[in-house]
């Protein structure tokens, strides 16, 4: 028989082991027979595994001024448990309701005046590379690609972007930067390369939610 | 089709559908299961494999 839906902080406890051996039987028996409740707990396992994307906050309007007025993404660690419910619980909001407040959500330039953009910044060895991603259409989106550390003017690097249909755009780095505008919301593979040396890959997949490590 | 494997889903125990789910529905590694649920990749494979097998008994019937 299908129990009633799990709380966030039930689904907090599974992933983080510490709910009860018994809950956590009727935990699961739930997730065999509720596919809402199992898909949301294989994103928030994803979101509870990435290091990287935890560091962000859920994008309020609000905060959006900031970015412009520092040029840089509001961080903030993800340390204690409540503040960990508060993400995925915006996060599976924005998921499942496609409201205001999600995770990394894409917006498009008519959310707000100031700044239209989701940064996120990525390491990848030795280079850091910063993708600020606009919301141009209702399926797709324009990305500015940063190489912030590890570039210099001596070497030819590149950015190519295949896609999950394997089509691939590429653009050489110029300053440090280069531009991709009307992508497609589809899994792409990232791949910079160094004097057409491959050096690093990032997959991700980018929807009307946001962009995913994949 | 489909009729028949929700079916044949519903007979096998709740930690094996679960299990089995996450592996073919949401893609998720032998390895990724055993740290969802808290086991090791040997026991996640052998679970699935005697889903699978069940699967198909109810299946051929």
Known sequence: MKTSCPDIEILYKYLNKSLPDYEKIIFESHMADCDACLEALVIARKLYKDKILLQYEPVHKWQVSQEKNTGQFCKKNIRSGKEFIHRINAFMYGFFNSKDLAYARIRSGEDTDNNPYIKIEKKLDQFTISMEIEKIAHNSASMHIGLQSGYSHKDVFSVILTCEDQTYKARKICDGKAFFENLPFKSYYLTLTQNTNEKVSFPFLINEVGLYER | ?61
């Open chain 2, 1 to 61: 089709m489909r009729l028949d494997i929700d079916k044949a889903m519903a007979k096998l125990s709740d930690r094996e559908r679960f299990i089995v789910k996450l592996k073919y529905w949401h893609n998720c590694s032998s390895c990724e299961i055993a740290s969802i649920i808290e086991t090791n990749e040997n026991n996640v494979n052998q679970i699935i494999n005697r889903a699978k097998h069940k699967l198909k008994e109810i299946l051929k019937d």
